[in-house]
Nanobody
Framework: QVQLVESGGGLVQAGGSLRLSCAASGRTFSNYATGWFRQAGKEREFVAAISTTGGTTYFAESVKGRFTISRDNAKNTVYLQMNSLKPEDTAVYYC????????????????????WGQGTQVTVSS
């Protein structure tokens, strides 16, 4: 079955960096776009997303210029590099895969992602 496993979360001071990884298995990784979302309260918030080839990326306004997303299709892994972290970045971070047609129209809609990891906690102290 499809599995997504996040890792790399932790506790970091404001201004610091973390790199999250999302390792996938169970279906052809390179066929699916991947997104990162986070949840600190009730709402699940879009963070970043990357196309199947890695040629197209999207970011939430709140993380633009601080976060980057990349993928290694040979390793079935997507990465989220988070720099200049702020206390408001504190959340559980989830990766998810999407096979939705015309994904580029819906990249920020969590309902368009069909498989999710279990999440990894990121805590940024002030």
């Amino acid at each position: 079955q499809v599995q997504l496993v996040e890792s790399g979360g932790g506790l970091v001071q404001a201004g610091g960096s973390l790199r999250l990884s999302c390792a996938a298995s169970g279906r052809t990784f390179s066929n699916y776009a991947t997104g990162w979302f986070r949840q600190a309260g009730k709402e699940r918030e879009f963070v970043a997303a990357i196309s199947t080839t890695g040629g197209t990326t999207y970011f939430a306004e709140s993380v633009k210029g601080r976060f980057t997303i990349s993928r290694d299709n040979a390793k079935n892994t997507v990465y989220l590099q988070m720099n200049s972290l702020k206390p408001e970045d504190t959340a559980v971070y989830y990766c998810a895969q999407s096979g939705t047609p015309r994904w580029s129209r819906y990249y920020s809609d969590y309902l368009r992602y069909d498989y999710w990891g279990q999440g990894t906690q990121v805590t940024v102290s002030s």
